[in-house]
């Protein structure tokens, strides 16, 4: 009753372990792949009573049982043809056993599941699966190839025939070499099995089968010529007929396979008409076999060797580039190891792997893969996990081979780095000398200072070993911190005591650096003493957030750089045109203090280059000359 009351929609039925499963899929064809959104699992409905599943193990068992016995018929057919006595002698029990198989497998294709092209869902309707069947090409040939007509001859006429008819009968039995073709088809996308293996298995296959075809049907154009003598076969064997058939066999093989490869001895060749007809064709064929192997070959052996090709390649134009161009030996030397290492890791590199993948697929292996990394950072102590989570799915993962430089010293900032795996050297320059400034390993941050602080690149870094380092993009992680006030406080707090615990060998290197940590001591005293006692409704606050010290905290992490000068923009004095570089303050009263404290005289005006009057922050931008008197 339940088989006869459930929905009519066709469902996909898969096994209860997901490890069977996808073993499962991977050796199925394409045609058998589930639909889109098909729900699927334990609690899935079973096919229909007496309904085999195209993909369940014990089907899939039979078929390749039946790849066993198809390799026989492709052997037997010919043969039969060419040899008739074993047709209806010592062959003929075996025939008649191989085709009762294939006779039991037209019987339960009536009750196999198909996979319905326009809604790609297992199709479990009786009728329909015979409808389907019947209605196709497979059913009469199937049939055709699996009856057994000499036995079906012997049981109405009453004794055995042995006319050529049935020998050209049984060929319909190649017909199922499709089956070993379906075979090859889905071992080739089994990722279990080797595709080097699986393709020159089926290249030997198909040249077995040419030579084999080919000897059995000259041996039979040489039993049917009128003058045995005149024959390819009969000048080199007297009474060839009434020999063994397996020495006919072995000469129709030989000449076969030197044709084939075309050594052509010359001790067996074309004594007819007939035969040189045969001949012609077969060579013709075998001009289109030798390319189709010699293709698939030299596929198989390039594609093993691609990579190697192209890491030669590139590593010859790169001692090509830094020749032509004079380059110092230790920067091509950091260039031929970058590209080594980017072959060596090829599998290992995030982009490359990942490029093809759906975000939503790459943002959870980048979860599982870094999440704890960057939420250990001394930068994102503390921070919300929704924050954590959206900056990992933007980062990028790159491997760096030893003694590379990631940073140069004085260049732009872009991003910052943490360190997944490996060590660098953080080291500058002084009068041309390099120095060993301190040394960074596992989930520690650099290019952070420059980034936040949009100064030029402190320092130079180098990696010690082969490291592997996440990068952010300044521009992304501004973006993101923009609805995450309360985060901004703590990242805030994090980097002003990250400042706080430098070592003095950094400070000494960043002359600024003391000064710009003491205005944000002073700006930010309260904040420090008071982040533990913060409410998170102290942030929602809407348009007057604006003031809050929580915004401003933040925004001073990435400040304004201006330039001010204590005099009218129209007065001619000695220091017009150099000022004093300062970072903008949170108001005009702290701008107008900040001039008061470098000039050492209190101003109330202030002006742009041009003379117009500064009367809202917001509008002045980097780099800008103020005025103030």
Request: charged letters at 20%; one cysteine or more; proline letters at 4%.
């Amino acid at each position: 009753m339940a088989a006869e009351t459930r929905s009519p929609v066709p469902l996909l039925y898969r096994r209860r372990s997901s490890g069977e499963i996808m073993r499962n899929m991977a050796s199925v064809s394409s045609s058998l792949l589930p639909a889109f959104g098909t729900v699927v699992g334990d609690g899935s409905p079973l096919l229909r009573s007496y309904i085999i599943a195209p993909y369940d193990r014990r089907y899939r068992w039979w078929q390749a049982f039946l790849v066993i016995l198809v390799i026989y018929s492709a052997w037997s057919s010919p043969f039969e043809l060419a040899f008739k006595d074993v047709a209806t002698g010592s062959l003929l029990p075996v025939d008649l056993v191989v085709d009762a198989f294939f006779a039991i497998d037209i019987i339960l294709t009536f009750f196999v599941a198909y996979l319905d092209k326009s809604t790609y869902l297992l199709v479990d309707d009786h009728k329909q699966i015979a409808v389907r069947y019947v209605t196709h090409l497979w059913f009469p040939m199937d049939l055709a190839s699996t009856l057994p007509s000499q036995t079906i001859y012997r049981i109405f006429a009453g004794e055995m025939h042995h006319g050529e008819v049935f020998g050209f009968l049984n060929l319909l039995r190649l017909w199922r070499l499709r089956r070993v073709s379906e075979l090859f088809s889905r071992l080739e996308k089994d990722t279990r099995f080797s595709y080097f293996w699986t393709r020159y298995c089926k290249l030997i296959a198909v040249t077995l089968f040419a030579v084999h075809s080919a000897a059995c049907f000259y041996f039979w154009l040489a039993i049917h010529h009128k003058i045995p003598e005149q024959t390819w076969i009969g000048a080199q064997v007297d009474n060839f007929e009434n020999r063994s058939i397996w020495l006919g066999y072995t000469y129709a093989m030989y000449w076969s396979i030197v044709t084939l490869t075309t050594t052509g001895y010359g001790d067996l060749y074309s004594k007819n008409t007939g035969e040189k007809v045969f001949n012609i064709f077969y060579m013709l064929f075998n001009i289109g076999l030798t390319a189709y192997l010699i293709g698939n070959m030299t596929n198989l052996i390039v594609h093993s060797a691609i990579k190697t090709f192209a890491m030669r390649d590139a590593i010859n134009e790169v001692l090509r580039y830094a020749s032509k161009n004079r380059l110092p030996e230790g920067l091509k030397e950091q260039m031929l190891a970058h590209m080594q290492l980017k072959f060596k890791t090829a599998e290992l590199q995030q982009e490359e792997v990942l490029e093809d993948l759906p975000k939503a697929i790459r943002s959870s292996i980048a979860q599982h893969l870094f999440h704890k990394t960057i939420e250990n950072t001394y930068l994102f102590r503390d921070v919300s996990d929704d924050l954590i989570s959206q900056l990992v799915s933007e980062i990028k993962a790159e491997y760096f081979p030893p003694k590379v430089e990631i940073i140069l010293q004085n260049e732009i900032p872009t991003d910052f780095y943490v360190i997944a795996s490996g060590a660098v050297d953080v080291v500058t320059q002084k009068n041309g000398i390099e120095q060993f400034v301190t040394k960074l390993s596992s989930k520690e941050m650099f290019g952070d200072i420059g980034v936040i602080f949009n100064i030029p690149q402190p320092f130079t870094v180098r990696t010690r070993r082969l490291s592997q380092v996440i990068r952010i993009s300044h521009h992304s992680f501004k973006d993101m911190m923009q609805p995450h006030n309360e985060d901004g406080q703590k990242i805030l707090r994090n980097f002003i005591l990250y400042l706080k615990g430098l070592q003095k060998e950094v400070l000494d290197e960043i002359p600024f650096l003391s000064d710009m940590l003491g205005d944000l001591n002073n700006e930010h005293s309260g904040l420090l003493d008071q982040s533990q006692e913060i409410e998170p409704s102290n942030y929602d606050q809407g348009e007057n957030a604006q003031g809050s010290h929580v915004d401003s905290a933040f925004q001073s992490a990435y400040p304004i750089r201006l330039v001010i000068h204590g005099h009218h923009p129209d007065l001619e004095t000695e220091d017009k045109g150099t000022g004093k570089l300062i970072h903008l303050p949170e108001s005009m009263e702290g701008l107008l203090m900040l001039a008061e404290k470098k000039f050492g005289k209190k101003g109330d005006i202030v002006l742009m280059e041009d003379g117009s009057q500064v009367e809202d922050l917001d509008a002045l931008r980097e780099n800008d000359h103020l005025y103030i008197f």
